[in-house]
């Protein structure tokens, strides 16, 4: 897989919008998760890192959405694959990044570090957040029996990146699909 060229095709960053949009749509259409009520526009402004330049406009805004009724207003945010929860780095950095440490060359790890601006120290954290705190939650013990035969928890993320398709884009984008429950609460919740 060329992380590189994933990461440098406007494709992509094209595609994960597009996809979050959709995210979206279908939360405004189920409704306010407390009453019911219609869900108005309420997109906030992230600084994310790791974007190539000409794209870093499709990571401005998180989508997200609040209840039109007064008194309510609950934050409704949809899942995303643009954005792994809270983190600062744009999913799909964090993933490919995390899953490079499964296998290239330390040379080629510093080539997408300068690319990404992302330290080893952090690339080192992804690996364990990937290996030990996400194998640990309700969303991976559930999910995770869904791919079969089981993937080797040691070998996240690359091992999953591999059950999703044969071109590394389609891997990409299935996956981060696959995760998009756990970037959100109320999309969490939502997914349950």
Request: with cysteine; glycine share 6%; aromatic share 6%.
């Amino acid at each position: 897989m060329d992380a590189a060229a994933l990461l440098a095709d406007g494709r992509v960053h094209a595609v994960l919008r597009h996809v979050d949009e959709d995210l979206a749509a279908e939360q405004r259409a189920a409704g306010c998760p407390r009453c019911g009520a219609r869900l108005h526009s309420a997109q906030y402004p992230r600084k994310p890192r790791g974007v190539p330049g000409a794209w870093r406009a499709q990571y401005d805004r998180r989508l997200s959405l609040c209840c039109a009724r007064e008194g309510c207003r609950k934050r409704a945010t949809p899942a995303s694959v643009r954005f792994l929860g809270p983190k600062v780095y744009v999913s799909a950095v964090v993933v490919l990044m995390a899953a490079l440490r499964c296998g290239p060359s330390p040379a080629r790890c510093r080539v997408l570090e300068e690319l990404v601006g992302v330290s080893r120290r952090t690339i080192a954290r992804w690996r364990r957040w990937w290996t030990e705190k996400l194998i640990d939650t309700p969303f991976w013990r559930a999910a995770a029996g869904t791919l079969m035969p089981p993937v080797a928890s040691s070998q996240l993320p690359a091992a999953l990146l591999e059950r999703f398709g044969a071109h590394p884009r389609d891997r990409l984008l299935a996956a981060l699909r696959w995760l998009s429950p756990i970037t959100t609460r109320s999309a969490a919740a939502h997914a349950t």
